[in-house]
Structure formats: structure tokens, C-alpha cells
């Protein structure tokens, strides 16, 4: 199923009513994860760093939504620099995460790093809001994670950073994939 755009402020990006639950999304990425080298292992692994992230207070489905934005759940991704030449690294392309290009079979605690440094990263974005678990201030916050500063009239302006990138976690979200 392709992908609808959506753009304009969060109130024209679909409710968490719409949102499928955690394993059903991670159910459906399962192949794409294991076509960039990710062993089963690798993804097995993912699964538990997000249940284990998740305590930071941000949802399941939300992190994992990232990581495959970021990442397509690739464990050995490359690391890339921000806009002000920081790196970004690992699953979720976070600053200061660790990371381990071209890696695969890794530890749990080598995949809980990355994925706790995105979360933990996230979650600044999610209380420079107003830090609560709804739509609006998770699809505000991703456009935050993404491009670092928000049009709140548009969230698919990306100032400079990937302009359909809180459209397409939106569609995630859904179920769909790429």
C-alpha cells in the first residue's frame, strides 16, 4: 500500500485512532529489516531495545516508527551529519548515539544503546512541547527530531531537512510500509 502525503498543521495528520498497534507494525517490517543484512537475532533485538526504550515515556510504536524512517531498522547504517555537521548515528540517527557501520550480529546492549540515545533524544523533543502522549504533540515532536525547529503551520516543511518526513511516520503509523 503506497504512502498518502499530508501536510499543514498536526490537525490535518490522522488521529491515533487510525494507528496500529506495536506488533502489527513491527510485524510488517520484519522482512524489510531482514533485507538490509539484520540477522533474525538483530531483529529480535530491536524488538526487546523498544520495549525497553519505551520506558523512557514515549510509545512503542512511535520508536520503532523512527528507527524505520531513519534506518529501515539496519543495525550496521551509516553514521550522517546534522545540518550544524554533528554526527547522527545508529538506528534512529541520533546525536551522540553510538553506532556500527556495516555491523551486523550485534549485542542487545550495543542495539539498546542506539535505540535508548534516539529515544532519550525524542523525548527533549516531546517536552520542549507540552510533552503529552497525543498525536499532535508526537507528529510536532517528530518535525522537531527531523529538521531541529517547527513550522507549526506545516509540518512538511522541512527547513532544510526531509519535508515529507512526518508524513511519512504518519503513514508508519498506519501500518503501511515503504
Not at 523533543?125 to 508526537?138: E, R, W, Y
Not at 516543511?157 to 511519512?168: F, L, M, R
Request: hydrophobic share 30%.
Amino acid at each position: 500500500m503506497g504512502f498518502t502525503h499530508y501536510s499543514g498543521p498536526a490537525s490535518s495528520f490522522p488521529g491515533k485512532e487510525t494507528w496500529k498497534d506495536f506488533n502489527t507494525i513491527f510485524n510488517a517490517n520484519k522482512a524489510e529489516m531482514l533485507q538490509t543484512g539484520d540477522s533474525g537475532e538483530d531483529v529480535g533485538r530491536i524488538y526487546n531495545a523498544v520495549l525497553d526504550a519505551a520506558k523512557l515515556g514515549v510509545e512503542e510504536r512511535v520508536i520503532f516508527c523512527i528507527i524505520m524512517q531513519e534506518s529501515t531498522g539496519n543495525v550496521g547504517v551509516g553514521t550522517t551529519t546534522d545540518p550544524d555537521s554533528h554526527p547522527t548515528g545508529g538506528l534512529m540517527q541520533a546525536e551522540e548515539s553510538p553506532a556500527f557501520p556495516g555491523q551486523h550480529n550485534l549485542s542487545q546492549a550495543q542495539i539498546n544503546s542506539m535505540v535508548q540515545a534516539g529515544t532519550k533524544h525524542f523525548k527533549g523533543n516531546l517536552q520542549q512541547l507540552d510533552d503529552q502522549d497525543t498525536a499532535s504533540t508526537i507528529y510536532r515532536a517528530l518535525r522537531l527530531y527531523n529538521s531541529g525547529s517547527i513550522d507549526e503551520g506545516n509540518l512538511s516543511d522541512g527547513k532544510g531537512a526531509t519535508p515529507n518526513y512526518v508524513s511519512d511516520i504518519a503513514n508508519r503509523l498506519q501500518g503501511r510500509t515503504n
